[in-house]
């Protein structure tokens, strides 16, 4: 268990629509990261949270956006499904303290966008 | 540009031997290199961390290595069981806090 719970577990989407994805950080860490784990293949980074702010963002399209709340749970948007959005999406959860950071993952949603 | 490449792609080896998994990766500032396991449709199950000025570490029949000279690491797994078979996959932290992944060696245990 690393502390970091992620909702829901699996979902199924149509094309077009909209869904967000949640994640619970591990008490005490101020940074998330969210990554898509498409079948086959190693996960992707979509794009950080550090307290509150964007923090580097991967090559995603602007349909993908998050929050982090003041609490440091995430959220993790997508708009106009596509079907290659079908995959895995992971939270990691971290305390930025240089190179002793470490990240700590949840389980994921499975999403599938028919 | 870190990228990550772990070779070989799948590995199908008699239960009992003991076998490496090879990780590179091509820009040795990382803050530490972490090796995963995941079974099919699940989540990552974290194995074994090992900071930047670390050499290796070791978890029962697992030790990986790291040279970060030389941008390479492995995991050894020793007296390989069924229960070993999954993909294993090797990540490293950048110093700007992102984590990039190779895709994964996919690890099939012969009984």
């Known amino acids: 268990e690393t502390g970091v719970t992620q909702s829901p577990t699996h979902l199924i989407k149509t094309r077009g629509q909209q869904v967000t994805l949640r994640c619970s950080s591990q008490?005490?860490?101020?940074?998330v990261s969210w990554y898509q784990q498409a079948l086959g293949q190693g996960p992707q980074f979509i794009f950080q949270?550090?307290?509150?702010?964007?923090?580097g963002r991967g090559n995603f399209p602007p349909r993908f956006s998050g929050l982090q709340f003041p609490n440091y749970s995430s959220e993790l948007n997508v708009n106009a499904l596509e079907l290659d959005d079908s995959a895995l999406y992971l939270c990691?959860?971290?305390?930025?303290?240089?190179?002793?950071?470490?990240?700590?993952f949840g389980q994921g949603t499975r999403l599938t966008v028919v | 540009k870190q990228e990550v490449t772990q070779i070989p792609a799948a590995l199908s080896v008699p239960e009992g031997e003991n076998l490496v998994l090879n990780c590179s990766f091509t820009?040795?500032?990382?803050?530490?290199l972490q090796w995963f396991r995941q079974d099919p449709g699940k989540g990552l199950t974290s194995l074994l961390l090992?900071?930047?000025?670390?050499r290796e570490q070791t978890s029962g029949r697992l030790n990986a290595s790291l040279d970060k000279s030389s941008g390479r690491s492995t995991l050894y797994i020793a007296a390989s069981q069924p229960g070993d078979s999954a993909t294993y996959l090797c990540?490293?932290?950048?110093?700007?806090?992102?984590?990039?992944f190779g895709k994964g060696t996919r690890l099939h245990i012969l009984p």
């Open positions: 820009d040795s500032a990382i803050y530490n």
């Open positions: 990691a959860s971290s305390l930025l303290t240089g190179e002793y950071t470490e990240a700590f």
């Open positions: 008490s005490g860490h101020n940074t």
């Open positions: 090992i900071q930047s000025s670390q």
């Open positions: 990540a490293v932290m950048n110093r700007d806090d992102k984590i990039i």
């Open positions: 949270y550090y307290r509150e702010e964007e923090n």
